[in-house]
């Protein structure tokens, strides 16, 4: 997954905790169409609310346990704040299962795989088993 540009507001605040992070990220990722396989850029925004915690008590220096809350956004031993996680995730969350490059995307050909937006082709009609000669009608229509 590649990511464009990530930009976007974040307000810190400090609580009795450690740090409230609030705000909201854009960016775009590279995608291909899942009917056409075009390259695209798809637009995606994350929420981030998470608290960090500290790894380091603040008034003793001495490791927090962190078995309460395995799972807590850290900070790092220096005070820093880490988001790469929290932003992976989020973009891996936001990510399309069928991305599309535009709503009716034809996709293309089963026969030779050339785009269908590209413009009409015609394909002959193979010869057909004469065993499954009866399942035509399903495709043509009955005859009457």
Do not use: K, Y
């Not at 854009?26 to 500290?54: F, G, Y």
């Not at 790092?76 to 704040?81: I, K, P, Q």
């Amino acid at each position: 997954m590649q990511i464009h540009d990530l930009e976007g507001d974040l307000r810190l605040t400090r609580t009795n905790r450690g740090l409230l992070v609030v705000g909201v990220l854009r960016s775009a990722i590279e995608q291909n169409c899942s009917r056409c396989l075009r390259d695209i850029e798809w637009p995606v925004e994350i929420e981030l609310h998470e608290e960090a915690l500290p790894i380091l008590d603040f008034a003793t220096g001495l490791p927090v346990d962190r078995s309460l809350e395995p799972d807590a956004l850290r900070l790092t031993d220096h005070h820093e704040l880490d988001l790469e996680e929290e932003v992976r995730d989020g973009m891996l969350l936001a990510e399309p299962i069928a991305p599309l490059c535009r709503e009716d995307c034809p996709g293309l050909c089963i026969v030779c795989g050339l785009e269908l937006s590209s413009g009409p082709h015609e394909h002959p009609d193979d010869e057909i088993d004469p065993r499954l000669e009866a399942l035509r009608a399903f495709v043509d229509g009955p005859n009457d």
